[in-house]
Each structure stands twice: as C-alpha cells, then as structure tokens.
C-alpha cells in the first residue's frame, strides 16, 4: 500500500505508523494499584482506536506518455496520457466524540482521500467523511454515522513529563489493533520540517508503517497524543516517533469544528534568526532570537509597539532560540489570543501584549493555475525570512509531482518575475504556456520548466 507522505530530511520518514515490539520496562502502578500487567487499561482504550482505509484516485506515471515517441517503439497511442489508477493505504484514528462521532486522525493519512472506511475493534467496517485537515500541523477530523461508540477522554499534555509511562495503540501494516509500550523521551521538539508547526512528544515506542493517526496513551487511559512521525532510514522503527500533543490537537480540532477551518495566529513580522556572530555585529548582549526585519501595517506587532531591530526572545514566558521557533510559537496560537512577548530592544529587555491577527488561511490547487501544476496546493508562504509562494502538499504521481515538484518547497520567481502573492501567481501564469519556476528548497536554489 502507499500514502502521500513528506520527506521531512534525509533520515525522517512520514509513516502511517505507531507500534511493534517495545522494549520499556513495566510501571508498578497505574492509577495508583499494583500492576502485573497493561492488560485492563488496554482494555478500556482500544474500543476508541481505529483502523483507517484510505482510496485516492492518482494519475498514472507514464515513461512512454508522448504518443510519437511510442509510435517509435510500436506501443499503441496512449490515448492522451497515461491515465488514472487507484491506490489504497491504511492509517489509524482516535474515536473522541462518541455522540457526533468525530475521529481524530493525521492529515497525511486522509489527506486527499476519494473515499474514507474505519474499522471498528469489533471487526464492523463503516464510512466516513473529512470534516477538516490542517496540513501545518498533520492533524484531521473524520466523522461516521455510528451509534454505540466508544470515545477516549482527551488528557491534557502539558502536564506530560519525561520518563512517563505511555502506550501506542494503532493498525501497524494493516495487522488491526496492536498495542506496544514506552515512555516519554523528550517534549516540545521541533525543527522535524522546515514549513510545519511543531512541539512534538517524542517517545521510543516502536513505530512501523500504518500505525500514524494512532493514539498515544498515558497510565490513566487518556490520549496525550496523536502518532505522527518517525525518524528512520528504513521507513521502520529505530526507537524516535513523534506524536501531535493533545493540547495543539484539540485547539486544531475545536477551530475546525467551530469556524470549518484553521485561524492561524499571526504576529505580522519579517524576522531572522540571531546567532553569536550576528548578535556581536550589532552590539547585542543576547545571542539568540528571532530579529524583527519588518513590520505589517496595522498588525498585532504595530498595535503592540514593535519595532524594527527589536529581538523577540521569548513569548508567553517560552524562550525563542530563532526565528523558525518563533514561527512555530505564534503559528500554534489562534487568532485573537493575547501574548506576552519579551524583546530586547537597545540591549534592555522590555516586554509587550499582543492581540494576535489571523494568518491568511487562502490557498489554491494547481491546476487552477497551470495544467502542469496540477496535484500541488499553493499557499502564501508565513511570515518569516523566506516571503514566496508555498507548495503545501503535491500528490503522489501527479503532473507536479512528475515534473519534480515537492512539499515544502518556495516558489520565488516565475519566468524570472517575484511573486509574492497567489493572484501575482496567477497573473504570471495567464501570460505565459511555459513556466520556469525559481524554487527555493532548504538551502538549495532550483529551477523547474513547467509545460
């Protein structure tokens, strides 16, 4: 089976994935008893947790898609390319609303999805349908018409802490309900990918494909955590996952459930990151942080009394290292919440609230623009050093895909004009059949011919 799925870095694999052999030793209590064995708190979880199926319809990758060239070769015609098929994948989702039932799952397993079936730990097998997917942060909601769930109560992962005793339960290689053990190896980790907002768990629970949207548990049965991703070379366990905490999980599900989308704070700030050399050229006395290299007009940074040269160094008392963990901050906040944020400015340290504004939430299919980019989704790319257009999802063989097109990749220049909004990206390519894309990717600059 395969599922759309990014390359976070050379070691990093997106999985569908949380569970296979562990290796934690056993609480000696839970819930303040004696334990012998995990079996009762499995028992009261697992009826929560289930098994994903996913269908998509892809388009066919094909070597010999231009008709002359398989003349040459005596193939037949292809009829106008290389058509369609259709792939299946397996995930897994938390059941946490019994009465409307609403799942919680990963938006890399539904994402894209022409049809969606969860299986129950009673073998029953239903349909179900997205409610809402927010790819910053690898979290969905599905929702089935079933009566007699089983919900799992949402536990709150703050309070979370390392050397905790958790459990993963999930769909490891479409097996069904398999359960391991772990603890919590560290909190609050980020910088997995370069365009996602993160402060994962990370746990050393075996993870393995199928398991990813599977709930990670703590000793009084409650989730803490939705199974996201792991680092590996294999695409199988090495020890590190990562899973979505409850508190960015709920906040994602309340405003998709509340609004039908995602309202992303936004401080309305360029910034950089501040290092040692950077902080000695400007005769700063901190090291690190994030640089404020421009301010929007009328936003929440202005209303605040921001300025220009200011260096953000912590926000609701968190430290900010730079200016990708800024953006993780403020991105993980909703519109509308207030924040304290602490600043040098002048080499004293001041501190100032801000009312955070929403983040422009627009994006655009590829193929609303250009044939060729069809299967990519495009976004304004967030407030930070880079300003561009963001390729936010490109599915798996499909015409972006084919012509080398990947998730997270900044798009600066088309036919060597800046864009720096979608109707400038529209604009550029109304006038032109041919594309040359600037594209930046990590720290390398690209160039890509569209047709």
Do not use: C, W
């Not at 421009?294 to 200011?310: C, M, P, R, Y």
Request: overall charge negative; charged content about 20%.
């Amino acid at each position: 089976m395969t599922m759309n799925s990014r390359l976070l870095m050379p070691t990093l694999v997106l999985t569908l994935a949380y569970a296979g052999a562990a290796f934690a030793a056993l609480p000696q209590s839970v819930k303040g008893e004696p334990v012998s064995s995990l079996a009762p708190l499995v028992e009261q979880v697992s009826p929560a947790v289930v098994n994903i199926r996913v269908s998509q319809t892809v388009s066919r990758r094909d070597s010999f898609g231009d008709d002359a060239f398989r003349r040459f070769f005596g193939l037949p015609d292809s009829g106008g390319g290389g058509g369609s098929r259709e792939v299946a994948s397996a995930g897994s989702g938390v059941i946490v609303d019994a009465k409307r039932g609403y799942i919680l799952t990963n938006h890399h397993v539904v994402g894209g999805a022409d049809t969606i079936q969860i299986s129950l730990i009673d073998g029953s097998v239903h349909d179900a349908e997205i409610v809402g997917s927010d790819p910053a942060t690898d979290i969905a909601v599905i929702k089935v018409d079933v009566k007699g769930l089983s919900e799992m109560p949402i536990g709150d992962s703050s309070k979370a802490r390392v050397g905790d005793f958790v459990i993963a339960i999930g769909n490891p290689f479409g097996l069904g309900h398999t359960v391991t053990s772990g603890i919590i190896s560290a909190l609050g980790r980020s910088g997995i990918s370069r365009d996602a907002y993160e402060d994962f768990i990370q746990t050393d629970a075996s993870i393995n494909p199928g398991n990813s949207g599977g709930a990670l548990v703590n000793m009084n049965g409650e989730l803490i955590g939705i199974n996201s991703a792991i680092i590996s070379r294999s695409g199988g366990n090495v020890g590190i996952g990562f899973a979505v905490p409850t508190e960015i999980a709920s906040s994602i599900m309340t405003q998709i459930l509340d609004y039908g989308e995602v309202r992303r704070g936004l401080l309305g700030v360029n910034i950089q990151t501040i290092d040692a050399e950077a902080a000695k050229a400007l005769g700063n006395t901190v090291e690190n942080g994030a640089l404020i290299t421009g301010i929007q007009a009328d936003s929440a940074a202005e209303n605040a009394g921001l300025q220009v040269g200011d260096i953000i160094v912590e926000v609701n008392d968190k430290k900010v290292e730079g200016a990708a963990e800024l953006r993780n901050r403020i991105g993980l906040l909703r519109s509308g919440d207030e924040v304290r944020i602490k600043y040098l400015r002048d080499n004293k340290i001041l501190t100032a609230k801000a009312e955070l504004g929403q983040a422009q939430s627009q994006s655009v299919l590829g193929e609303e623009i250009h044939p060729g980019l069809a299967g990519a989704t495009f976004a304004v790319a967030a407030t930070g050093s880079d300003t561009g257009i963001e390729i936010q999802e490109v599915a798996d063989g499909t015409p972006a895909a084919q012509r080398g097109l990947r998730t997270g990749d900044l798009i600066t220049h088309v036919n060597r004009i800046r864009v720096q909004s979608l109707e400038e990206l529209r604009d550029v390519a109304s006038r032109y059949d041919i594309l040359f894309l600037n594209v930046r990717r990590g720290d390398r600059a690209l160039m890509f011919q569209i047709r």
